[in-house]
Each structure stands twice: as structure tokens, then as C-alpha cells.
């Protein structure tokens, strides 16, 4: 028998991304922007992607002397060809990019329910199609899904969420096999509820199709299957994403890392 070793020894380095370049999608606001804000500190140059153009240029203000930079570009992810085109060159891509309704299906209106599904599947997929080819030409590269614990599981009322969500989780694994002689990695993260406007916004959606008053929503609802009762915050988001960056996560991909309080633990 052969001694245990204690591990991993020597302390481990900083995430040094000086040299690479990274594109995040919905990077005006939330988890997009904490984690634009993490990469750069890292040293990557990022692209911010988003159609918020006031949001960007914030952004942009805020990350005034970082290590890495940060280029907002303006783009609206339903253009998909421009999506694809936005993503040449990338060496991580973060495809956070969301939005959401949340109504019973026989009232969920069929166009806004295509919109989800282009911007949250479709496009993800384009933008993954349009890195690839540099990634696999460096034999380096690290894709990042922002998924949800609604990619895992399902709630009512959230049929495109959920529908978008399962489906960025299949899309994940399938560029995590095929990435993976290349030296690709491609993982999802899988926040529970995140201290988001988009969040914020479902407060009042949530209260109308439960019936409740919209300061129940929070604890009867939103975290009612979570066992932490909070929000999580998009700075712990952003981390894991850093995390799925460094050589320390090397070795995973095709995976799914839950942040969802022990939502799923049940």
C-alpha cells in the first residue's frame, strides 16, 4: 500500500488570464458584469457584449485600471449571424446572456417564447460554433454556459426558461466531448436565484400567477426549495465562473456546478 499524499501542496496560483481574450454576454448588468469584471481582473481583454449600450459604457467606467481590459461591443443576440461573427478569435466564452416570463403556457404569448429560445439557446450555439475554430487551432480554450438550477430542474410557469435552460445544458455537453481533443472545456454553472435585475423583475410576474402579495414571493416561492434562504450574489457567480478558467479545473468538463443553496439536494 502506498502512503497517502496530502494535497494539493504548494498554495495555488492566481488566475492569470494576461494574454487571452474573452467575450461575455449580457456583461451590462449582473452576472454578465461581475463576470467581465473578474476576467479583466484576471488580465483578459474582454468583450462585453450586450444591447445595453448605457450599461456597457458604465461598465466600461468601472473597469478603469484593471489588469485586462474591457471593449464594449453592442449587439443584439437575435442577430445570430453577427452573434457568430462576434465570438472569432475568443479564447473564453461566457454565454450568460437571459431573459424571462413567467406565465401558465396556454397564456405564454409563442413569439416571446422564440425570442427566449434564440437568445439563450440559439445563439449560444452560434457563439460557441464561432470561437471553436480558434480554440481548437491554440489547442486551448474554456467555454462557460450560465445555466440555472432551472437546468436541472423545472418550476410552472417558466416554460422558455426552463425549455432554453435544458437545452444550453445538452449543448454544453455535446462541446465538452468534442472539445475535449482539442483541449476545449465546456461546463455549465447553475446559480439558484441571483441578486439580478432580472430577478428583481420577476418579483411582480411571480406574485400575479401564485395569487400572493408580492412580499411573499421571496420566501414562499423564490427560495422556498433552497436551504439558504438568500439571494446568491453575481460577485460568487463570476468566481466559479474564474474557477472553470484555471488550470486547478483542467480536468473538468461536461459538467454542471450548482450553486443553488441545496435546492437540488432534495
Known amino acids: 500500500m502506498t502512503a497517502s499524499r496530502a494535497f494539493p501542496g504548494p498554495p495555488a496560483p492566481l488566475l492569470d488570464l494576461g494574454g487571452r481574450t474573452a467575450l461575455v454576454t449580457g456583461a451590462a448588468g449582473g452576472i454578465g458584469r461581475a463576470c467581465v469584471l473578474r476576467l479583466a481582473a484576471a488580465g483578459a481583454k474582454v468583450r462585453a457584449v450586450d444591447r445595453d449600450d448605457s450599461g456597457l459604457a458604465a461598465l466600461a467606467e468601472q473597469s478603469a485600471g484593471l489588469p485586462g481590459s474591457v471593449e464594449p461591443q453592442v449587439l443584439d443576440l437575435t442577430d445570430l449571424d453577427a452573434a457568430e461573427a462576434a465570438a472569432a478569435g475568443t479564447d473564453v466564452l461566457v454565454n450568460n446572456a437571459g431573459l424571462q416570463l413567467v406565465r401558465p403556457i396556454e397564456e405564454f404569448p409563442p413569439d416571446v417564447f422564440h425570442t427566449v429560445l434564440t437568445v439563450m439557446l440559439e445563439a449560444p450555439f452560434r457563439l460557441v460554433r464561432g470561437a471553436l475554430p480558434h480554440m481548437y487551432g491554440q489547442g486551448w480554450g474554456r467555454i462557460v454556459n450560465i445555466s440555472s438550477v432551472h437546468g436541472l430542474r423545472a418550476?410552472?410557469?417558466?416554460?422558455?426558461?426552463?425549455?432554453?435552460?435544458?437545452?444550453?445544458?445538452?449543448?454544453?455537453?455535446?462541446?465538452?466531448?468534442?472539445?475535449?481533443?482539442?483541449?476545449?472545456?465546456?461546463?455549465?454553472?447553475?446559480?439558484?436565484?441571483?441578486?439580478?435585475?432580472?430577478?428583481?423583475?420577476?418579483?411582480?410576474?411571480?406574485?400575479?400567477?401564485?395569487?400572493?402579495?408580492?412580499?411573499?414571493?421571496?420566501?414562499?416561492?423564490?427560495?422556498?426549495?433552497?436551504?439558504?434562504?438568500?439571494?446568491?450574489?453575481?460577485?460568487?457567480?463570476?468566481?466559479?465562473?474564474?474557477?472553470?478558467?484555471?488550470?486547478?479545473?483542467?480536468?473538468?468538463?461536461?459538467?454542471s456546478l450548482v450553486l443553488d443553496g441545496g435546492w437540488t439536494a432534495h
Open 155 to 255: 418550476s410552472a410557469y417558466k416554460s422558455a426558461y426552463v425549455a432554453a435552460k435544458h437545452g444550453l445544458e445538452g449543448l454544453s455537453k455535446t462541446a465538452a466531448l468534442e472539445g475535449a481533443p482539442h483541449g476545449v472545456t465546456s461546463n455549465c454553472v447553475n446559480p439558484g436565484y441571483v441578486r439580478t435585475p432580472l430577478v428583481e423583475q420577476q418579483i411582480a410576474d411571480q406574485a400575479r400567477a401564485h395569487g400572493i402579495p408580492q412580499e411573499r414571493v421571496l420566501s414562499e416561492v423564490l427560495l422556498q426549495d433552497s436551504a439558504v434562504k438568500r439571494l446568491i450574489e453575481p460577485e460568487e457567480v463570476a468566481e466559479a465562473v474564474a474557477y472553470l478558467c484555471s488550470p486547478q479545473a483542467s480536468f473538468m468538463t461536461g459538467a
